[in-house]
């Protein structure tokens, strides 16, 4: 039983990992044969696999007609960015009342020794794993285990959007620091137990980049289906 565990476990992360990255092109249906051939599975795992991640919002079901890789557009996007700044707003306020003033001094410290590697250089995807650290850090002070977990999979679902973001920033106006300081805005109001002004302090550090949501769409379409030289 274990074993047959593992293997569901280990498609189930294969396909969520692609499913994320968008290797299956948005509203694309899913060849659940292929999947299998390349996943050196049966086609058992890969259907529990794939109803798994229509229920975390990576997939779609359409019935009679299988399953369909999620859509991208502004509007969607907009969606899954009103509900992480909706999460991410509760979170830190309960990190107000909640977080032990060990845990909150632990991730200040932590946040101002990582801080010098937020630089023009740094890779973009290093940059986004580093920020998406510190939310879930400090969604964690929050002791609600429901809001870390929606926060995991909203990260997860706009991941690939943030890092063409990132990515836009590095050629443009590289400002890493930026990030740094705004979190350090935000978990100084959470030091200060001052709910209101760390609410208002995440919400424009969200929002800041979620106004760019049009144009990453844009560019994703044009990644996603570049021509075959």
């Given amino acids: 039983m274990a074993k047959s565990e593992s293997n569901v476990d280990r498609i189930y992360d294969a396909l969520r990992r692609m499913a994320a990255d968008f290797a299956f092109k948005p509203d694309a249906r899913i060849n659940e044969s292929a999947l299998a051939a390349e996943l050196d599975a049966s086609r058992t795992p890969i259907r529990e696999a794939l109803n798994r991640l229509v229920a975390e919002g990576f997939l779609t079901f359409r019935s009679g007609r299988g399953f369909f890789c999620r859509s991208l557009s502004p509007e969607l996007v907009m969606d899954l960015y009103e509900a992480r700044v909706a999460v991410e707003i509760e979170a830190v306020r309960l990190a107000c009342e909640r977080g032990s003033n060990s845990d909150i001094s632990a991730l200040q410290q932590d946040l101002a020794e990582i801080a010098p590697d937020y630089t023009p250089e740094a890779d973009p995807e290093k940059l986004l794993a580093m ?17 870390a977990r929606m926060l995991t999979n909203l990260n997860d679902r706009i991941r690939y959007l943030r890092l063409i973001d990132l990515r836009r920033l590095r050629e443009t106006a590289p400002d890493g620091q930026s990030m740094v300081s705004a979190h350090r805005s935000i978990l100084d109001a959470v030091a200060r137990r001052n709910a209101k002004e760390a609410a208002t302090r995440m919400r424009a550090h969200i929002e800041r980049r979620r106004d760019s949501a049009t144009q990453a769409v844009r560019e994703a379409y044009a990644q996603l289906y570049v021509p075959d030289l």
């Fill in 131 to 147: 920020d998406e650290l510190f939310h879930l850090r400090l969604c964690a002070l929050s002791r609600n285990a429901e809001l």
